[in-house]
Antibody, heavy 118, light 108 residues
Framework: QVQLVQSGAEVKKPGASVKVSCKAS????????FHWVRQAPGQGLEWMGI????????TYAQKLQGRVTLTRDTSTSTVYMEVTSLRSDDTAIYYC???????????WGQGTLVTVSS | EIVLTQSPGTLSLSPGERATLSCRAS???????LGWYQQKPGQAPRLLIS???TRATGIPDRFSGSGSGTDFTLTISRLEPEDFAVYYC?????????FGQGTKLEIK
């Protein structure tokens, strides 16, 4: 069955960086795009970016441009999301999600809480 | 950027009743690339409906989606206790892939 398993919770200080992983199984990893979405405490869903199947093309939300990087490793079927220069308003649950053939986000990881606090 | 506005913000209904949730886009959503997601507390969102009206695998037929262009609707025909949650619409026709602000469906 399709599974996306994310790395564990992180606590970071302002100005630091965080890298979250999302390990895929149960499907052909190299056939799919992946998105990242975040959700601040008590808030809605915010799209962050997308990475293509070969990992050589990414698109990011303008708000995060320059601070977020998506990568993927075919050998381990893992997608990564890194955010640099963390601020308190980056505190959120970060989700990876698979893009299905028509574009919807059909499977989601369990989420990773990133807390930014001094 | 396509802005999605959901209404109402909160919907209070009883089990067995019919729920109608609305999602309006600031511009036409190409090819009806509109999805609906359900999120329960402490859980990741779950895809319910894609392409405005196609139920995802395993989703009960009491959930249905309709609409095109700028106006979309999610209908839950008879509410079950497990349906009380937050619902988001999302367009995936053009980047950035925006979400609505959500509708909270609560037990009356």
């Amino acid at each position: 069955q399709v599974q996306l398993v994310q790395s564990g919770a992180e606590v970071k200080k302002p100005g630091a960086s965080v890298k979250v992983s999302c390990k895929a199984s149960g499907f052909i990893f190299t056939n799919y795009y992946f998105h990242w979405v975040r959700q601040a405490p008590g808030q809605g869903l915010e799209w962050m970016g997308i990475i293509n199947p070969t990992g050589d093309r990414t698109t990011y939300a303008q708000k995060l441009q320059g601070r977020v990087t998506l990568t993927r490793d075919t050998s381990t079927s893992t997608v990564y999301m890194e955010v640099t220069s963390l601020r308190s308003d980056d505190t959120a649950i970060y989700y990876c999600a698979r893009r299905d053939v028509r574009g919807s986000f059909d499977f989601w990881g369990q989420g990773t809480l990133v807390t930014v606090s001094s | 950027e396509i802005v999605l506005t959901q209404s109402p913000g909160t919907l209070s209904l009883s089990p067995g009743e019919r729920a109608t949730l609305s999602c309006r886009a600031s511009q036409s959503v190409s090819s009806s690339y509109l999805g609906w997601y359900q999120q329960k507390p402490g859980q990741a969102p779950r895809l319910l409906i894609s392409d405005a009206s196609t139920r995802a695998t395993g989703i009960p037929d009491r959930f249905s989606g309709s609409g095109s262009g700028t106006d979309f609707t999610l209908t839950i025909s008879r509410l079950e206790p497990e349906d009380f949650a937050v619902y988001y619409c999302q367009q995936y026709g053009s980047s950035p892939y925006t979400f609505g602000q959500g509708t909270k469906l609560e037990i009356k």
